[in-house]
C-alpha cells in the first residue's frame, strides 16, 4: 500500500468551475500535510500546507484535513486555465521527511 | 519567502562522466535537505536526506556510493552522481527546510540526460 494515495486523473474542469482534490495517507502518525502544483517540465511550488483539521483557506484553494479519515482534499475555486497543472499531496513525518502521492492531473477548459 | 536555488539546470553528458549538482538556500539556513529524483510522469521518489556536518540518510535502494551527497554548510548540499549512466537519466530537484518546522520548499530542478 503506498503511503500516499490520489486519485491520477486527468481532472478535466471548465474555466470558473470548482475543481476538488483528494488524497489519503496511511501513517497515523504524519503531522503535517502538503500541497504542491507541478508544471510540466518544472519543480514543484508549494501551495497550500494544514496542520491541524478543519479547513484552511487561502484564496481560491481551501485545504481540507480530517486525521480520524486520514483524508486531506484541495479545493480550487473559479479555476482558471492557469490553473492547469499536475497537483502533488504530500504527508510529513517528524523529520520532516515528506511522501508524496502519485500526483492529480488537472486541465482547466478555457 | 524561501529560495532555494539549483544548480546547474541542465546536464547532458557521456556515460561514466560523474555529474555533481549543487543546492543553496539563499535566505535562509537550512538545517536539513532533500534530494529527490523523478521519472517522467511519475512522483518525487526520495533519494537521501542531507543534513549539515553529518553523514547523509539514504532511502532504501539508493546506492551511497554512486550518488554522494555533501552538506558541508548551512546553505550548501550537492549531488554528486559518479559515473552516470543512461538509466540515471532522470530530473533531480532538492529541496530544504529551514528552522522552525517550515515547509519545504523545491529548487528549480536539474534535468540530467546521460547519452
Known amino acids: 500500500q503506498k503511503e500516499v494515495e490520489q486519485n491520477s486523473g486527468p481532472l478535466s474542469v471548465p474555466e470558473g468551475a470548482i475543481a476538488s482534490l483528494n488524497c489519503t495517507y496511511s501513517d497515523r502518525g504524519s503531522q503535517s500535510f502538503f500541497w504542491y502544483r507541478q508544471y510540466s517540465g518544472k519543480s514543484p511550488e508549494l501551495i497550500m500546507f494544514?496542520?491541524?483539521?478543519g479547513d484552511k483557506e487561502d484564496g481560491r484553494f481551501t485545504a481540507q484535513l480530517n486525521k480520524a479519515s486520514q483524508y486531506v482534499s484541495l479545493l480550487i475555486r473559479d479555476s482558471q486555465p492557469s490553473d492547469s497543472a499536475t497537483y502533488l499531496c504530500a504527508a510529513g513525518v517528524n523529520d520532516y521527511k515528506l511522501s508524496f502521492g502519485a500526483g492529480t492531473t488537472v486541465t482547466v477548459r478555457a | 519567502g524561501a529560495v532555494v536555488s539549483q544548480h546547474p539546470s541542465w546536464v547532458i553528458c557521456k556515460s561514466g562522466t560523474s555529474v555533481k549538482i549543487e543546492c543553496r538556500s539563499l535566505?535562509?539556513?537550512?538545517?536539513?535537505m532533500f534530494w529527490y529524483r523523478q521519472f517522467p510522469k511519475q512522483s518525487l521518489m526520495l533519494m537521501a536526506t542531507s543534513n549539515e556536518g553529518s553523514k547523509a540518510t539514504y532511502e532504501q535502494g539508493v546506492e551511497k556510493d554512486k550518488f554522494l551527497i555533501n552538506h558541508a554548510s548551512l546553505t550548501l548540499s550537492t549531488l554528486t552522481v559518479t559515473s552516470a549512466h543512461p538509466e540515471d537519466s532522470s530530473f533531480y530537484i532538492c529541496?530544504?527546510?529551514?528552522?522552525?518546522?517550515?515547509?519545504?520548499?523545491f529548487g528549480d530542478g536539474t534535468r540530467l540526460s546521460i547519452l
Open positions: 494544514i496542520y491541524s483539521n
Open positions: 529541496s530544504a527546510n529551514g528552522q522552525n518546522n517550515q515547509p519545504q520548499h
Open positions: 535566505d535562509f539556513q537550512a538545517t536539513t
